[in-house]
């Protein structure tokens, strides 16, 4: 079991994968550079990773179950071989289980020889696209939408893996950034909408592909640009050119501004840490909280909190410690210690808090059970008052672009009102920022955005069923 933000995997909306790809003009440990990217990704997916590297005109590969240093741990890493191409992903699983044969990069012999694939994202028809290929005689090892993308770009590569990719690309649904590997050729797609995040950078005369910046200074590698929403890269022993997918309206994920992505990275021209900021500053300038101290629920909620009290003069404090080395070996084997998991991760620092009206600030509340125990902490702690704010607006819609929210039956803010969901988690007020708020938050970015968990508003509607029955009633 592991936590992010002292969230337990049901508490809220998790990201699916990062993908990370280096082409060298030199046969070298090209795994290590993968190794040190994928550890910077950690954040986007923890169940299970894998790297593999292209040398001669073949892939070596290792994948398997756990955190990048645990699954390359005892030699594993040092054993893949010295090569020019290398991709590697981490995954956290929402299209099929959470299983090692799931895991990526999905490396098989098609008609461009050896090949490789690492996907971050949902295809939405993706099971239309699988009874085809079935229909033509395919068979499938595993349940992620990824193999169906493999078998689709062999399907139409007739030995021309840029043709292929080209070909299949045209045929998806969905949000997919996407490193692809053969003998000679990386190759690195962003869906047409830009909904996942994908930047290019440069080490010396490498190319290093990732799925956010802060991974590319993992590596040693400078950021050159974004690939662009529909841009298809290649690069080999030729050089670099791109094409480009049917032009849609970009729609990138604003969700990766504030929860999914590291405060480090910068997206599509603007600072992850920048947006937080910013929102901070927005929620205070629309505030008539009156408070003692403002603080960040660790770490999402913190940029935000610095910027609220830059506009406010309220003093930004620390209200909740963490515990750092909670990670994936904090098993809960029964539901009444899962409801304790959160102060094991978090606990109220009475000295900044006691006797205070105390405003704190998370990244969203997505099903309010983190929320209400973290409300319930700071009251332990001594808090006068507990002013509950969201950087981000209420979440009412599950969402199918690679976040594991299905169904309205999860979301508090699709069965509550603003109201109700206060007096659900115990605070003495509450307040979301406005969908307009957090596009102003996020107005340094070249795309424009979804906002599809917010308003609706997205490439793919949500089909999700609305059930009659909610975890909230
Ligand atoms: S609905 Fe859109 S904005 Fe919300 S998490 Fe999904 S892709 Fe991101």
């Keep these: 079991m592991y936590l992010r933000d002292g969230k337990l995997p049901s508490d809220g909306m998790h990201e699916e994968c990062g993908v990370f790809g280096v082409y060298s003009n030199e046969t070298r440990d090209v795994a290590h550079t993968v190794y040190y990217g994928l550890f910077a990704l950690q954040h986007r997916g923890q ?13 070596n590969y290792y994948k398997g179950m756990g955190l990048v240093p645990e699954v390359f741990s005892g030699g594993r890493l040092s054993q893949l071989p010295e090569g020019d191409i290398a991709i590697g992903h981490v995954r956290y699983s929402t299209s099929g289980a959470s299983l090692a044969v799931n895991a990526q990069p999905v490396v098989f012999t098609g008609k461009c020889g050896r090949t490789a694939l690492a996907h971050n994202g949902n295809l939405t028809n993706a099971a239309a696209l699988r009874a085809e290929l079935i229909r033509d005689n395919a068979v499938f090892q595993t349940s992620v939408d990824s193999e169906v993308l493999a078998l689709l770009i062999n399907k139409y590569s007739d030995g021309d893996i840029v043709k292929g990719v080209l070909a299949a690309c045209s045929k998806l649904c969905g949000s997919y950034a996407l490193v692809v590997m053969t003998a000679d050729k990386l190759i690195a797609v962003r869906d047409p909408y830009g909904i996942r995040p994908l930047a290019i950078g440069r080490a010396l005369d490498d190319v290093v592909i990732a799925s956010e910046s802060c991974a590319l200074d993992a590596a040693g590698a400078a950021f050159e640009r974004d690939v662009q929403p529909g841009e298809v890269f290649v690069v080999d022993a030729k050089g670099e050119r791109s094409y480009f997918l049917e032009k849609k309206e970009p729609a990138a994920c604003i969700f990766e501004y504030v929860y999914f992505a590291r405060p480090d990275s910068v997206i599509d021209g603007l600072s992850v840490y920048a947006a937080r900021r910013e929102a901070g500053h927005i929620l205070a300038r629309n505030s008539r909280i009156e408070a003692d101290v403002v603080s960040g629920v660790p770490d999402s909620g913190l940029a935000a909190a610095h ?12 209200a909740l410690s963490k515990n750092r080395y909670v990670g994936r070996t904090f098993i809960q084997p029964e539901q009444g210690m899962r409801e304790s998991s959160v102060s094991v991760k978090l606990n109220a620092l009475r000295a900044n808090i006691e006797g205070k009206r105390v405003i704190i600030i998370d990244d969203s509340i997505v099903r309010g059970t983190t929320s209400r125990k973290i409300v319930r902490l700071l009251r332990e702690g001594g808090a006068k008052e507990v002013h509950m704010m969201a950087a981000s607006p209420v979440v009412r819609h599950p969402c199918r672009l690679g976040i594991d929210i299905e169904n309205y039956s999860q979301l508090i803010g699709a069965n509550k009102s603003v109201e109700e969901i206060c007096r659900f988690i115990g605070a003495d007020t509450l307040t979301f920022m406005t969908v307009e708020q957090l596009k102003q938050s996020c107005r340094g970015a070249r795309l424009g955005f979804c906002t599809g968990c917010f308003d609706g508003q997205c490439p793919y509607p949500p089909q999700a069923v609305r059930e009659s029955k909610s975890q909230f009633d």
């Design 47 to 59: 169940e299970s990773c894998g790297i593999a590297v292209a040398y001669a005109d073949k892939i």
């Design 307 to 318: 910027g609220y009290s830059e506009v406010s003069g309220i003093p930004c404090v620390e």
